[in-house]
């Protein structure tokens, strides 16, 4: 008697001992949890590669091309828009930004929209808001068209978190308060029901003149990269030791900062940082008014970002005013004998034979230039009441309190009146150089006011107007006056750019606006980074870093299933050993004749 052995499910093997296989139910559910496995764990690598490259990530400023049309189909791009309601009427500025990087030491990359057509989003209404003093209910009406020309160039899906700010410069300041509230009420109650903007209340308002330098001071410095400390060490801009706000002692070193000269018609206004602390006694509180401290980055803490600014605004230091003021001086030197009699005075601040007709109490006066320009300075010295009393030591104009500045360690960049006067006529805007600049303000003063009359016919000063040409002797004596005698630059000093235009870009005061009240925006964009740098570890370099953009409940479902796959496989395979070994037939069985061993070894072999 031989012994045969028969496997369940598959036949007699032959003459050797039990050999239990899985069954063939086990084998496919098996197959099926394996690729579902293999499947997740592919998903996963497939989301690493385009979330964790093989580089390192860098948090490098994505900067855009300025000359180009914004993409408004970029889903990363986010807007914000800003209206100056100046004097002369209202401008709306649209800019536009990438998602922050997520890098604590960096400010949002904002940049003026483009259409396009590569021009920038800028419209601009007249007359000024402050026109309609009268009749408030109208103000929101006289903004709408601006706000719908916004509207047309912002993506429809970007509307409601784009931020909308309205704010109301020198025109609005004049008003009467009550008048200045009533159109600022007019536009905040429509807006609230009507426009898709991010818009609340607080964003429409009437700024200070100065808040609007502290705006133009963040706009220039910003454009200038003077905000963007990364490797500010081994880069080539200077840098300079500040003594942090409310303390002597602590310092920080950081990028230097540039200080802004404007000049308009009617003021003037200066504003740069002030690295030292100053102590301010109970009796100096206008003078230590003049001096601002924010922090324009997303943390109060961070001595990167935080600043301490001098601002000065001087009201009729303007070039048109001060203008007035001189020829009103100059006549009223004037003897009168009669009513209405007319009379004539030298003028050294006209060109050479120039003659100008004004009206001083009743009387005509004929100035007529002589081209004197060294004697023009000294004309209007006392215009910049240098002598007047100062309020804490030391002063500018108008008994002002100015801090001191490091002449040897400071850049300042003069716009307005400063660039015109400089480059219109006399062609020599960029660096300025006292000697030179008055050399050449001598040469046109002494020109006989003829010549410079067929000079502008022929087009030789395309940049200038006829009033250009009247004014230039005197605006060029204001300006040396006021930057010399007034704001104490030295007249050696060699690091004072005039300019329109900064890194070929027209800088406006809305820029750092909106610089200012978006600070804070990059948040969430930071807390995100620091919570995968707490939950990457060390091994910021492995599989969960590449991952940190997957929502966690895919992560978490793929996890899942992979454990669930690899305990069904083990819970079957332990049913089936079990269940196979139940089934072991007795011993028996296998107790077979002569030709029952002889049939069963021929269909063992048949079946193999």
């Known amino acids: 008697m031989r012994i ?3 496997c369940p499910g598959v036949g007699v093997i032959g003459l050797l001992p039990f050999v239990s296989t899985a069954p063939t139910q086990c084998t496919k559910v098996s197959v099926v949890l394996i690729v579902i496995t293999v499947t997740c764990l592919i998903l996963l690598a497939i989301i690493q590669s385009h979330n964790h490259p093989t580089s390192a990530p860098t948090t490098v400023s994505r900067r855009y091309p300025l000359a180009i049309a914004t993409d408004t189909g970029n889903p990363d791009l986010h807007y914000g828009v800003v209206v100056d309601c100046g004097s002369s009427g209202t401008r709306i500025y649209v800019y536009v930004w990438p998602t922050h990087t997520g890098n604590q030491h960096e400010m949002l990359d904002i940049q003026p929209m483009r259409d396009t057509q590569g021009n920038l989003v800028i419209k601009k209404i007249t007359p000024g808001l402050s026109d309609l003093a009268d009749t408030a209910s109208r103000a929101s009406e006289y903004i709408r068209p601006l706000l719908d020309y916004a509207h047309h160039h912002i993506p429809l899906d970007k509307h409601k978190e784009t931020p909308l700010y309205i704010m109301a410069t020198a025109g609005l300041r004049m008003l009467p308060e009550s008048k200045q509230r009533a159109l600022m009420e007019d536009i905040q109650r429509d807006l609230a029901t009507t426009t898709q903007f991010l818009f609340q209340d607080s964003h429409a308002e009437v700024i200070t003149g100065k808040q609007e330098g502290v705006y133009s001071w963040i706009g220039i410095n910003y454009v200038l990269g003077r905000f963007n400390h990364q490797h500010q060490m081994s880069g080539t801009d200077p840098l300079t030791v500040v003594e942090l706000s409310g303390s002597e002692h602590k310092t920080h070193v950081r990028k230097r900062t540039v200080g802004i000269i404007d000049m308009g018609g009617g003021s003037a206004q200066i504003a740069f940082e002030v690295p030292n602390y100053i102590k301010f006694e109970p009796q100096e509180e206008s003078a230590k008014n003049l001096l601002t401290n924010f922090n324009i980055g997303c943390s109060d803490l961070d001595p990167d970002h935080n600043y301490r600014v001098y601002v000065a605004t001087f009201l009729g230091f303007g070039a048109n005013a001060a203008r007035q003021k001189y020829e009103q001086s100059l006549a009223s030197t004037m003897n009168y004998t009669r009513i209405n009699e007319t009379l004539s005075v030298s003028d ?9 007709t004004i009206s001083h109490n009743g009387h005509t006066v004929t100035l007529r230039g002589t081209g004197q320009f060294t004697e023009c300075l000294e004309k209007v010295r006392p215009l910049v009441n240098a002598s007047r009393g100062c309020m804490k030591e030391p002063c500018s104009m108008n008994g002002i309190f100015q801090p001191e500045i490091n002449f040897d360690e400071s850049e300042f960049y003069g716009f307005s009146e400063l660039y015109y006067t400089t480059e219109d006529v006399l062609r020599m805007a960029g660096p300025y150089a006292d000697t030179r600049f008055q050399e050449a303000a001598m040469d046109y003063c002494g020109t006989k006011w003829e010549t410079l009359q067929r000079w502008y016919s022929e087009n030789l000063y395309p940049k200038a107007d006829e009033n250009r040409f009247r004014l230039q002797c005197f605006k060029s004596a204001w300006v040396s006056t006021v930057l010399h005698e007034g704001l104490h630059f030295p007249r050696s000093y060699k690091h004072l750019t005039t300019a329109q235009l900064v ?9 750092g606006a909106l610089l200012y009240k978006t600070r804070y925006f990059p948040l969430s964009e930071i807390q995100q980074q620091r919570y995968v740098a707490t939950h990457a570890g060390h091994n910021s370099g492995g599989f969960l870093y590449g991952v940190r953009h997957i929502p966690f409940y895919f992560t978490f479902i793929c996890l899942a299933i992979v454990l669930a796959a690899i305990i069904i496989y083990l819970w079957r395979l332990r049913i089936v050993r079990t269940s196979d070994l139940r089934k ?13 061993i002889q049939d069963g070894i021929v269909r063992a072999n048949y079946l193999i």
């Open 503 to 511: 890194n070929n870009r027209e800088v406006h005061w809305t820029l």
């Open 4 to 6: 045969a052995v028969r």
């Open 584 to 596: 072991i037939p007795s011993m028996a069985m296998f107790m077979t004749e002569e030709g029952q």
């Open 348 to 356: 050294p601040c006209l060109p050479l034979d120039m003659p100008e």
